[in-house]
């Protein structure tokens, strides 16, 4: 992750509890939301979407669905 996103992800979980290591972003996630992000905004014809998506994949991504799995099931309903 960038210095800005790391900084905000150790503000998250000092402040929130959650393990920090929970909140790293490993560069093949990074790719894959952004391309999720891409999708949403591209699909939908409406920018706003993207980072709304990405919102509930994260929230998701909690119920112990991977990424990948995930990814699979937002393209599966265009």
């Not at 996103?5 to 929970?22: I, M, N």
């Not at 980072?51 to 991504?61: A, D, N, Q, R, T």
Request: glycine share 8%; with cysteine; net charge negative.
């Amino acid at each position: 992750m960038n210095e800005w996103l790391s900084q905000r992800a150790d503000a998250l979980a000092a402040e929130t509890g959650v393990s920090r290591e929970l909140l790293e972003l490993p560069p093949a996630d990074i790719e894959r939301l952004l391309e999720l992000a891409g999708f949403a905004a591209h699909e939908s014809g409406a920018r706003t979407n993207a980072p709304l998506l990405c919102y509930l994949v994260g929230l998701s991504h909690g119920a112990a669905k991977g990424l990948e799995e995930l990814d699979r099931i937002v393209r599966s309903t265009s």
